[in-house]
T-cell receptor, first 113, second 111 residues
Framework: AQSVTQLDSHVSVSEGTPVLLRCNYS??????LFWYVQHPNKGLQLLLKYTSAATLVKGINGFEAEFKKSETSFHLTKPSAHMSDAAEYFCVVSDPNTDKLIFGTGTRLQVFP | KAGVTQTPRYLIKTRGQQVTLSCSPISGHRSVSWYQQTPGQGLQFLFEYFSETQRNKGNFPGRFSGRQFSNSRSEMNVSTLELGDSALYLC??????????FGPGTRLTVL
């Protein structure tokens, strides 16, 4: 069975400092992994997607994630946080048999000035 | 291309009533999936439609149903509403593979 675990429910950073949002996955197959972001009262926006073409995936708004099979991790990073990055971030794995998305519990990112 | 649209954006209903939510996918996308988001349960998969057929179903009671039309637009219906059905209902569309693009959601409040 596929699953993802987001290791932090809340992360707080100062504007201009690096962001690290942690995600571990469990999958019997070579997984398709995603990061989505949800701003308050909004839908989900795709940040980036991993599908085995490259282990370092670059996304929108300066975010990137690295797939590490040995650690079963897919952590999201950004070198310098911006106030507009404050939102909820979801790590997601896709069930290869059904394409159903399985969501982590989310990490709320706060950015302080 | 226009994104996924959902109507209405907000709904208030009372217990026992029924409700229908609508989703228009991105043009050319044939798959539409529905998700429920609540503070307690997080994001949970409801069902997926492809070419007017329900292809996958999550673990929700039969009060939750859906359909898809020939133009790929989808509706979901919840009958006999309960307080616990209050949630943000998200629709996502995809063309092929597994990248899903989400709409803004419909926030349903059951009183």
């Amino acid at each position: 069975a596929q699953s993802v675990t987001q290791l932090d429910s809340h992360v707080s950073v100062s504007e201009g400092t690096p962001v690290l949002l942690r995600c571990n996955y469990s999958s019997s197959y070579s997984p398709s992994l995603f990061w989505y972001v949800q701003h308050p009262n909004k839908g989900l926006q795709l940040l980036l997607k991993y599908t085995s073409a490259a282990t370092l995936v670059k996304g929108i708004n300066g975010f990137e994630a690295e797939f590490k099979k040995s650690e079963t991790s897919f952590h999201l990073t950004k070198p310098s946080a911006h106030m507009s990055d404050a939102a909820e971030y979801f790590c997601v794995v896709s069930d290869p048999n059904t394409d159903k998305l399985i969501f982590g519990t989310g990490t709320r990112l706060q950015v302080f000035p | 291309k226009a994104g996924v649209t959902q109507t209405p954006r907000y709904l208030i209903k009372t217990r026992g009533q029924q409700v229908t939510l609508s989703c228009s996918p991105i043009s050319g996308h044939r798959s539409v999936s529905w998700y429920q988001q609540t503070p307690g349960q997080g994001l949970q998969f409801l069902f997926e439609y492809f070419s007017e057929t329900q292809r996958n179903k999550g673990n929700f009671p039969g009060r939750f149903s859906g359909r898809q039309f020939s133009n790929s637009r989808s509706e979901m219906n919840v009958s006999t509403l309960e307080l616990g059905d209050s949630a943000l209902y998200l629709c996502a569309s995809s063309s092929s593979g597994d990248t899903q693009y989400f709409g803004p959601g419909t926030r349903l409040t059951v009183l």
